[in-house]
């Protein structure tokens, strides 16, 4: 037997309201989600003190852009109701390996936080481009059997 959940909080992104008349409960998933992303939030902050010894109220700033670059790049989309876990996780592979070779091949880290943003403006041009062509498919399929 698979676990539902992820399926449920799919829903529940996509259309909360629909996600309530198919039974599903919409307040206490919410919860859920909410309780373990901020256990995988404690659980990254104490590894991250566990690795470089000290944190601070600035520790993570600047992150942002890389972590939404990662799964735009990913192929998840701003919208909602599309992408995956993997295309996320390869996503984040991808920006981890540019933001850790470019430095070491000595490009400046103002360059690489402008690649990051390159990178993500490509990927919502692309998600642009991939939602309108599959639109103006649909309409043409939808004027044929219509």
Excluded: M
């Excluded at 992820?6 to 206490?28: D, F, Q, T």
């Excluded at 309780?35 to 902050?45: E, K």
């Excluded at 091949?105 to 062509?133: F, K, M, P, Q, T």
């Amino acid at each position: 037997k698979h676990f539902g959940g992820g399926r449920e909080l799919y829903a529940l992104g996509s259309n909360p309201e629909a996600a309530r008349l198919a039974g599903i409960p919409v307040r206490k998933r919410i919860l859920a989600a909410y309780t373990f992303c901020g256990a995988l939030a404690g659980l990254a902050g104490a590894l991250y003190l566990a690795r470089f010894g000290n944190v601070d109220s600035g520790t993570g700033n600047g992150y942002e852009l890389t972590v939404v670059s990662a799964v735009v790049v990913g192929g998840v989309v701003f919208t909602g109701g599309s992408g995956s876990v993997y295309g996320a996780a390869l996503g984040a592979l991808l920006l981890t390996s540019i933001n850790s070779v470019l430095p070491a091949l000595g490009v400046s880290s103002v360059w690489v936080l402008a690649i990051n943003g390159i990178l993500l403006i490509l990927a919502i041009a692309v998600d642009r481009i991939v939602a309108l062509r599959v639109a103006n498919a649909l309409k043409k399929r939808n004027a044929r059997h219509g």
